[in-house]
């Protein structure tokens, strides 16, 4: 899907995604709706959740766009956590 020229995920529950599987550019996450105890969003240049992420979201106190517009060379992993994971859009290309 696109929107102005970027692609989007929406993610919604606990889990890893691999949101790119090759290089591109991370332009933004939203956190639409925070999330619950130990509610995080953490961001990998890699196909995995490996190594040092590069963005983490404390998305139990913060909502909103976190613009980041920074290239990713492997490709794009998100973790989201939580008892009640937060709803969060990502936008990339």
């Known amino acids: 899907m696109y929107i102005d020229g970027y692609k989007y995920a929406v993610i919604s529950t606990a889990t890893t995604t691999t949101v790119k599987s090759n290089p591109g550019k991370l332009h933004a996450i939203i ?6 105890v130990a509610s995080t969003v953490t961001v990998y240049d890699a196909l995995t959740a490996t190594g ?10 913060l909502y909103g766009p976190f613009e980041y517009d920074i290239d990713f060379k492997v490709g ?5 956590t939580g008892t009640v994971a937060p709803n969060i859009t990502v936008s990339y290309q």
């Not at 956190?31 to 619950?36: E, F, P, S, W």
């Not at 040092?52 to 106190?61: G, H, K, R, V």
Request: charged share 15%; hydrophobic share 40%; net charge negative.
């Open 76 to 80: 794009l992993t998100i973790v989201t």
């Open 52 to 61: 040092t992420p590069f963005a983490e979201i404390d998305s139990l106190n």
């Open 31 to 36: 956190v639409n709706t925070k999330g619950t």
